[in-house]
């Protein structure tokens, strides 16, 4: 019953969190960066693997102190990990403006399937991934392969002398 939602990922060339999607006011932060020792619940997820629900993200210690996040006015905030194996490869959260004082435990858990998910899924896109690089790279190596053999049989077919291998 929110429209603001995010996902930030791991990004380990600048070891930092990247908000890749947003959603509601969390639009207007794409491409933030938040770093582990970060105040931002976010941070927090990514430090601790575990997931925090915040009902008072305003007079929370570990709010992050965006003059964004004043102007917005989030009251409470749900953040996830995103796994893969034991590792957080990402974070992803929903946050409410106004009228959330606590969440339920079915909110928790749907929460928690949610991102369980989520993290399959990256998990997978980035196994796709990785076999499209490695298709890719075989086509490469076959193109290679069939323009030596064409050299070769080029070379071979205009010798006029006969050619001995002799071992």
């Known amino acids: 019953k929110t429209p603001h939602g995010f996902i930030y990922l791991v990004q380990p060339e600048v070891d930092a969190l990247v908000l890749k999607v947003g959603i509601g006011i969390y639009q207007s932060y794409l491409g933030v960066h938040r770093t582990k020792d970060a105040n931002s619940a976010s941070s927090e997820v990514w430090r601790t693997g575990k997931p925090v629900a915040i009902v008072n993200y305003q007079k929370w210690d570990g709010r992050a102190r965006d003059r964004h996040l004043d102007r917005d006015a989030i009251q409470a905030i749900i953040g996830l990990p995103l796994t893969s194996g034991s590792e957080v490869v990402g974070v992803i959260g929903v946050g409410f403006r106004g009228g959330k004082n606590n969440f339920s435990q ?62």
């Open 106 to 167: 079915d909110e928790l858990y749907t929460m928690e399937r949610f991102a369980a998910l989520a993290s399959i899924a990256l998990d997978n896109a980035k196994l796709y991934q990785r076999l499209q690089m490695e298709l890719e790279e075989r086509k490469r190596v076959e193109a290679a392969l069939r323009e030596s053999e064409t050299n070769y049989r080029g070379i071979f077919d205009s010798v006029n002398d006969l050619i001995f291998v002799i071992d």
